[in-house]
């Protein structure tokens, strides 16, 4: 029998940082079921399961392309949408955390955030103002006001 993958025992480089957060899965590179992203269904409980980690690149192009994504899939934001919409920005703002944290340990460890956050934030931010208003209450404005006050904006 051939293999058709090669299999690392030691897939740890030094370079990479391994989290363990399948919710944040990217969805602009895998296929959904029904239209539903559903992160519970991601680890499989069984006992013969074997859990494979996918490395998520997290970078500047990557998370505006990811947000592009997910605002187009949405629209505007209006009342029906709007806390599931909220929830996919999320996760991408979570994305957005890690990449803060590896480059401020990366970096000089000076302020709050690293200067790569802030500015991924600062066009992060700008898309969000783009979003249509579709009289949504709360999203995503009380977003911005939290991203802009969090990273001095």
Known sequence: MTYH??????PVP???SYINEPW???E???PMQEGKF???????KSSDNVRVYIPLDINHAAVIRRLYAVIQ?????NEENEFAFEAD???????VEIYDQIHYLRGNMEGKHSEEARTLIRDFVGQ?????DGCAELFPFELIDELEEEYDL
Not at 5 to 10: G, W
């Open 24 to 26: 944040l899965v990217d």
């Open 14 to 16: 030094e370079q990479v």
């Open 28 to 30: 602009t590179k895998m």
């Open 89 to 95: 920005v999320c996760r991408l703002v979570a994305q």
């Open 38 to 44: 559903r992160p519970e269904e991601l680890i499989d």
């Open 128 to 132: 969000l103002k783009e979003i249509p």
């Open 5 to 10: 993958h090669r299999i690392d025992p030691k």
């Open 73 to 77: 899939k949405y629209g505007e934001a």
